[in-house]
């Protein structure tokens, strides 16, 4: 099956909505789907058109079905959707957040109802909109009252560090933390304003002087945090290869995120870079609660209290061979997208 694959840039990996974009697009391939893109470098899984003009209406004549990572913005993205409808074209549309999202972008209240309002219009129209959990289910169905919302949880991948191609630089420097310190404790992510950058640097300054917290970060619209503790490191930009080398090296990793107060259902993620902990072992803190999923892994905790995340990171030992009773993958997210592909093709 001619699947266009209609999606952020998801290639090289730089963090985010790329991550879900390309072991997607992987798990799809595998299955055997054919998939054709418009954006990005070319990679392994999918099939880039050279020019995205001509190449959408290459997409939109000869593939079987449109898979549209949509948002609130106004883009080419958001309005191949619409033609692909008028032109009786199934449709799939991943939606990640609630129009909520748009107030960190300086929009009020009236203006995140009315795209609510005109998202709602667009949807209902659509053959199946895939979502990252129950919460942004909940939204669509009360929000925008659409009925044909499926929920799909996030994966992450089993790290193989033998297979990772790191560089000397981020291997000398994550070899030798390990030599000076007896516990590594990790967080991963992008310098924005879900972030609680402060709660990182405390969690530093208060574990034990032989505990390393680094913080792999990808600038954004943020300032990075300056390492004032010689226990605490800061790799700016990595690639993806730098990433899971570290992360799968590491004995904690932490999800922490600013309030969401401004979001009227309250923390709404799926986070990517949880699963990537959970699935290699690391004892996992958050400070929100997870998903069903995540919460099913017997190294996922969601703490509050400061004092009980030091006590946490200070009693946990890591058992490389422990047993995983349950390990969600991007394979899994593949399967479940399939199924609704099948559907909506079928029916």
């Not at 310190?181 to 304003?193: I, P, R, Y």
């Amino acid at each position: 099956m001619n699947i266009g694959f209609i999606y952020y840039s998801f290639y090289p990996i730089t963090g985010g909505a790329s991550v879900h974009g390309y072991y997607l697009a992987r798990g799809l391939n595998r299955l055997g789907y054919n998939l054709f893109k418009i954006n990005g470098e070319p990679d392994p899984h999918t099939t880039r058109l050279k020019n995205p003009l001509t190449g959408i209406f290459r997409i939109l004549w000869r593939c079987d079905l449109i898979y549209v990572r949509m948002d609130y913005f106004i883009n080419l993205r958001n309005l191949v959707t619409i033609v692909a409808k008028l032109m009786g074209k199934k449709v799939i549309v991943e939606l990640n957040s609630p129009s909520d999202e748009l107030h960190m972008f300086g929009k009020s209240r009236k203006y995140i109802r009315r795209a609510d309002c005109v998202m709602g219009k667009i949807l209902r129209r659509v053959d199946a909109v895939i979502v990252i959990n129950d919460i942004v289910k909940r939204y669509c169905e009360e929000t925008m009252a659409l009925e044909n919302v499926i929920a799909i949880d996030n994966g992450g991948e089993v790290i193989d560090r033998n297979n990772i191609e790191v560089s000397n630089q981020v291997k000398s420097i994550f070899e030798q933390v390990q030599k000076e310190f007896s516990k590594t404790v990790v967080w991963t992510g992008s310098a924005n304003h879900l972030h609680d950058f402060e709660k990182l640097k405390k969690i530093a300054a208060a574990v034990d002087d032989d505990i390393a917290v680094i913080l792999i970060v990808r600038r954004e619209n943020q300032e990075v945090p300056e390492s004032e503790l010689p226990n605490l490191f800061i790799l700016e930009n990595l690639d993806r290869d730098d990433v899971a080398w570290v992360v799968s090296g590491s004995d904690v990793g932490l999800t922490f995120y600013s309030s969401f107060d401004w979001s009227r259902c309250g923390y709404y993620g799926s986070s990517t870079k949880t699963f990537e902990y959970l699935n290699n072992g690391l004892l996992t803190i958050a400070n929100v609660k997870g998903t069903e999923a995540q919460q099913r892994y017997p190294n996922y905790r969601y703490i509050e209290e400061f004092d009980e995340i030091i006590e946490a990171i200070h009693s946990f030992k890591r058992e490389n061979d422990a047993h995983k009773p349950f390990i969600r993958t991007w394979d899994d997210v593949a399967r479940e997208t399939s199924d609704v592909i099948q559907k909506v093709v079928n029916d």
